[in-house]
């Protein structure tokens, strides 16, 4: 267990629709990271959060935003929902913001688009 | 630009035979590389990390491996491997300026009784 924590572990919902993913990190770790596991796609970096601010932007599209709330916990709203949107999504958390930092990822969320 | 590519999809060993992941990283500054390992409906979990501190890097459960500038490698080994390496496993490339991350496709690693 990583002890960073991700809800819901499943979400199947249809095209169009909006959902919101939510990860908590571990206590301490003022980082949290997002990240798509698809078939096609293998695995993206989505978008990494700093103690609230955005840091780094990956493979992130426009139908997707993430935001960091001040308790630390992320957000990821995916809107517009398409068929290819299905996968599963991973956050991960780490201490600090630097890239050498060690990240500890989640179960997962497992969206499937219909 | 970065990019990593996992020259192996899959990579089937008996249970005691070495272990062999390759791994061929591009990147147009001084990278940051690392593997992580994916079990079955599981989150990843760092395996080890090149910091440009040492080029051989050691990491958890046995594993190790070797920065090659030269080859452009960061292969992942193990001198003996146990049923419960059987999983998928990631190399990632990194680097200090954009703090974004590249994955490579992954090769599934089957260990044989």
């Known amino acids: 267990d990583s002890g960073v924590t991700q809800t819901p572990k499943h979400l199947i919902t249809a095209t169009g629709q909006r959902v919101t993913l939510r990860c908590s990190p571990r206590s301490g770790d003022l980082s949290v990271y997002w990240y798509q596991q698809s078939l096609d796609q293998g695995l993206q970096f989505l978008i990494h959060y700093y103690n609230g601010e955005e840091r780094a932007k990956g493979n992130i599209l426009e139908r997707f935003s993430a935001q960091q709330f001040p308790d630390l916990h992320s957000e990821l709203n995916l809107s517009s929902l398409e068929l290819g949107d299905s996968a599963l999504y991973f956050c991960a958390s780490s201490v600090g913001g630097g890239v050498l930092e060690t990240q500890y990822f989640g179960p997962g969320t497992r969206l499937l688009v219909l | 630009a970065q990019s990593v590519t996992q020259l192996d999809s899959h990579v089937s060993v008996s249970e005691g035979t070495p272990v062999l992941l390759r791994c061929n990283y591009s990147s147009s500054y001084s990278p940051s590389l690392f593997w992580y390992v994916q079990h079955p409906n599981k989150g990843l979990q760092l395996l080890l990390k090149?910091?440009?501190?040492?080029?051989l890097v050691k990491g958890i459960n046995g594993f190790e491996a070797e920065f090659k500038k030269s080859e452009t490698s960061f292969h992942l080994t193990k001198p003996s491997a146990h049923m419960s390496d059987a999983a998928e496993y990631f190399c990632?490339?990194?680097?200090?300026?954009?703090?974004?991350?590249?994955f490579g496709s992954g090769t599934k690693l089957n260990v044989k009784p």
């Open positions: 090149y910091t440009s501190a040492a080029t």
């Open positions: 990632v490339v990194s680097d200090l300026n954009f703090n974004k991350f590249y």
